[in-house]
């Protein structure tokens, strides 16, 4: 059973920074990709940024220039470095795995930015 544990979450005010780790229960070779999604109250979970096996990463287009995600396979574990958070930053943050078999999920951490 594969597990995504996710932390360092938590509240930052507006223009600050936070990184967010993603630890895999087993080699994280054996996935296509890994990202990060959110979810904001009353919005729907939103793809934040993706980090393929061969290191292609891809971000959405409101944290361009502001996040960098990034991957230690010998730690099996992705990150998403946040900087200039804002306070629309704030949401559930949630690690996700995809391989053809099947996708995973963690829990999920809060990231709040508010002054």
């Known amino acids: 059973q594969v597990q995504l544990v996710e932390s360092g979450g938590g509240l930052v005010q507006p223009g600050g920074s936070l990184r967010l780790s993603c630890a895999a229960s087993?080699?994280?070779?054996?996935?296509?990709?890994m990202g990060w999604y959110r979810q904001a109250p009353g919005k729907q979970r939103e793809l934040v940024a993706t980090i393929t096996n061969g290191g292609s990463t891809n971000y959405a287009d409101s944290v361009k220039g502001r996040f960098t995600i990034s991957r230690d396979n010998a730690k099996n574990t992705v990150y998403l470095q946040m900087n200039g958070l804002k306070p629309e930053d704030t949401a559930v943050y949630y690690c996700?795995?995809?391989?053809?078999?099947?996708?995973?999920w963690g829990q999920g951490t809060q990231i709040t930015v508010s002054s």
């Open positions: 087993g080699s994280i070779l054996r996935f296509n990709y």
């Open positions: 996700y795995a995809y391989n053809p078999v099947r996708d995973y």
